[in-house]
């Protein structure tokens, strides 16, 4: 699921791009409104966004300084800008920045559906291969693979393109398959560990910023959460949040899918 942020000045056009799609027929289940670069920050405080769709012409600053500023505290969050006029050195600049389509206004409503389709098809696979490979680290690391050297666990880091740095730290939360209440084929099972992944992402994680799932092996998987989730609130606090996370996630896995889980909380520690 996505979240987008609208940015315009007039508020008549930010309405009518909120209104012309249907946002959650395309998996974004938030749409946010912002008339200027100070709100739009604001909302980025607020929230992460996957996407934003910003007007470049802005009287208080203007949608390639928003942009650019995206780009270096939100690096995920993909830009398609809007603009009244066909100018080579805003397309220039917006191509420079990485912005995924620069259009023309007024955007018909089917051209904006598709770009955005488009859009979500490749933030979709990018986070794909990036889970992939962020669950291969983290096996890595459990089974020593990588030295438990901080400057080589950074240099791999680095290699990966991983979104850790060297000030993070990390929550562990290990979740264990106690059993299951009935008899289950090997396709069952597959499923119902499916089902427990998901459960896992929308109950426990609910879209924090660089926590990732690992998988161990049949009876056990990890979640980390890195520091950054951690940034607007006391750790302890957050410690306190997560336990009840996995309360909830235990109490549904025992009635919805009937599987008894436990959920160890460790204490946060650098990468090494």
């Known amino acids: 699921m996505y979240r987008l942020l609208i940015v315009d000045d007039e ?6 791009i909120k209104s012309s799609v249907n946002w959650r027929e395309l998996g974004i289940i938030t749409v946010t409104l912002a008339h200027n670069l100070r709100q739009a920050k604001e909302e980025f405080s607020l929230q992460p966004f996957d996407m934003m769709i910003c007007d470049i012409e802005m009287p208080q600053g203007s949608g390639l300084e928003l942009f ?3 780009r270096e505290q939100y690096p995920q969050t993909e830009c398609v800008f809007l603009t009244c006029h066909a100018d080579f050195q805003y397309a220039k600049k917006a191509l420079q920045l990485g912005s995924f389509e620069y259009l023309l206004k007024p955007v018909p409503h089917d051209e904006l559906k598709l770009v955005m389709t488009k859009l979500i098809e490749k933030i979709r696979k990018e986070r794909e291969s990036a ?3 962020a669950e291969r680290f983290w096996q890595d690391v459990l089974k020593q693979a990588i030295p438990s050297n901080q400057d080589k666990m950074l240099e791999v880091i680095g290699k990966q393109k991983l979104p850790y740095t060297r ?11 106690e059993h299951w209440e009935k008899s289950l084929t090997a396709r069952d099972l597959q499923i119902m560990e499916y089902a427990l992944h998901n459960a896992l992402e929308e ?3 609910q879209r924090a910023a660089s926590a990732q799932i ?10 980390v959460f890195a520091q950054d989730v951690m940034q607007t609130e006391d750790g302890k606090l957050f410690s306190k949040e997560i336990k009840r996370r996995c309360q909830s ?13 436990s959920c160890y909380i460790g204490k946060s520690a650098q990468v090494h």
């Open 68 to 70: 650019e500023w995206v």
């Open 131 to 133: 889970t992939m490979v």
């Open 214 to 223: 690992v998988r161990m092996n049949a009876d056990y998987m990890l979640i």
């Open 167 to 177: 000030s993070m730290t990390f929550l562990p939360v290990l979740i264990s398959i």
């Open 11 to 16: 508020i008549f056009i930010a309405n009518g």
């Open 249 to 261: 996630f235990i109490e549904m896995s025992n009635h919805y899918l009937y599987c008894h889980v």
């Open 203 to 205: 109950v426990v994680i």
